[in-house]
């Protein structure tokens, strides 16, 4: 028996030579607590493996033996354990003459991340650029700092919900609709917003989040029918929001100009001049750089909430002229309070003026835009983004009470009417001529209850610039994931990226277009009933995908969210559909079209080149760092039958460490 042990000691050179050197090779075996005795592989009683000498085992030139069924015997012990192999703890990244040098547990583990980040490069179809971030939270090449759910979801959520039909719109939206049905309104739009965030919550929590956006986390997370058909839309509606937040700076400008009597051509085309340059001007900062854009949200917000404030304040403090009597702020007033608390639409609809109102309440997908900065994704996404919907809606209702209790439907703005305290006459005399002011008429309400006008004009100002210039970036980011994805033909042309940003400028160029269309239009309340309607769409094909993953059972779909439920998803996606029939029957039936045609395209063709979409799915929920790797399913939403895992070239070891274990339990 001490001649074998001797005889098989010798497969390992390193160790045989080793103690040769030290002079003491024999004292050396004898005190190792585990010696191998005899390596023995089931392919062969004789211990050949390949066919060739069974003494070729006592050479230390002998090649390295496969892991395939070996038998290992050690001293002391017998066992089918395999002995851990010291050619898979050496330095992958040695040079070829270098001593190999068995790792550190350390540099082991920097490997395996090394690997996974080495992956993600590879298979990525895409960069998941925005904003300069790519999808493992670097910005250009430096660590991008994180944020919390109040700085970076809250305060984004915020900035984007109240823009331009906040100091614009609301006080129309009192005036036709009343104060009571107008709140109904506001809680209207809250709760579609509300199911939408809990269905966008669930995806959040379905496995890690990376950064990428909105189009980037559904279509990874519910396959690429719902990303592509979502990210088309999304793409559009974005570039039209653009232009209704530059028809909205385009009105304040108008109307500065009209009160200064220094119109360039009339009311109408000054909001398209006007229009066509602030977007030109966009362009040209998007194609320049974007990091200022960022810095500056903060400062944007305390404008906004400073402005708010004043707005809230001016209506205690009451008009402070007689022209502002004259253009139907009074103050409160039970009288005026009365008359405004039902609707008197003029010309308009409950729904009609819900249309108009809708877009105030879009902007929730702020959050999601910059996942890739957030600190914990699945809790700050659902906490900052609801807590935003609660705030923006509390405050949308408080000023429509207050405005409505104070501000006049309708006014004629003459002062000597309010010297003659005929007041009572302005109803009357508005049937007769023309009334430019009161809540239906004058759209800048908003500055001339507020205590300081010019606070609530710079509060403008930075909405509605700040909003356009957000979604004109947004839009061809979008649309440049989808190009690259390749789930549509001959769009790859808009996917290309310029700069170490690798900025979508051709994008830019598309989506300077579809605003310049939009801008054209001139008129807000036209513009904005087209954004409800791809805002509608776009939540309802969320909430639908919840439910859809859920109902399928897909082993990829598990959201760990609190308050997830796949009826309130199919309730929050109906409700959507039912709103865009309501606004408009045939724009919801050429909508939906429009989406299951993109749907059923992408069904069909199923592109092979989007593998990525696949990986999404089961890498983001499996522990293990590479399995993901190794495994491919061709159907997104059903029960596989069986998985398909092999090992890559340079690492093979890696799924024989893994399926060892699991092999060993079964």
Known sequence: MSDEVQKNSKVNPEESLKEQAAGNGESTKQKKKFSVLKVRFGLDPSGDTSGENSNESSSPSSP????????????GYATN?????????????????DAKKRPTLQQLRKGLENDKAEFTEETAPLDDS????????????????????????????????????????????VGQAGIALSSLIVIMSAVVTTLTTLSLSSVCTNGEVKGGGAYYLISRSLGPEFGGSIGIIFSVASAVATAMYVVGFSETVRDILRDKGSLMVDESNDIR??????VVILLGITMIGLEWVVRVKKLLLIVLVISILNVLIGTFIGPQSDESRSRGFVGYQKEVFATNLSPDYKGESFFSVFAVFFPAATGILAGVNISGDLKDVHKAIPKGTLLAILISTIVYIMLAWFVGGCVEREALGFVQEVLQNTANKTLASCEEQECRYGLLNNFQVMEEVSGLGPIVTAGIFASTLSSALTNLIGAPKAFQAVCKDKLFPHIDFFGVGYGPGNEPRRGYILAFFVAVAFIAIGDLNVIAPVISSFNLIIYALINYAVFAASL??????????????????LLGALLCIAMMFLINWWAALLTIFTVLTLYKYVDF?????????????IEETLPENHLEAHIYTPVLHKKPKSYFATPPAQTPELLFRHIHPQTKQA
């Open 130 to 173: 925005i904003d300069g971030q790519d999808s493992t939270g670097k910005r250009n090449g430096k660590s991008a700092p994180k944020f919390g759910w109040i700085e970076g979801v809250l305060f984004g959520c915020l900035l984007n919900i109240w823009g331009v039909m906040l100091y614009l719109r609301l006080p129309w939206v």
């Open 64 to 75: 390295s033996r496969s892991p395939r069924s070996p038998e290992y015997f050690t001293h």
């Open 605 to 617: 063709t199923k592109p092979k080149k989007s593998e990525d979409f696949i990986h999404g799915i």
């Open 273 to 278: 001049i006007v229009g066509l340059i602030t």
């Open 552 to 569: 399928s059972r897909s082993p990829g779909w598990r959201p760990s969210f609190k308050y997830y439920n796949m009826w309130v998803s």
């Open 81 to 97: 354990e395999a002995i851990p192999m010291t050619v898979f703890y050496r330095s992958q990244h040695s040079h070829e003459h």
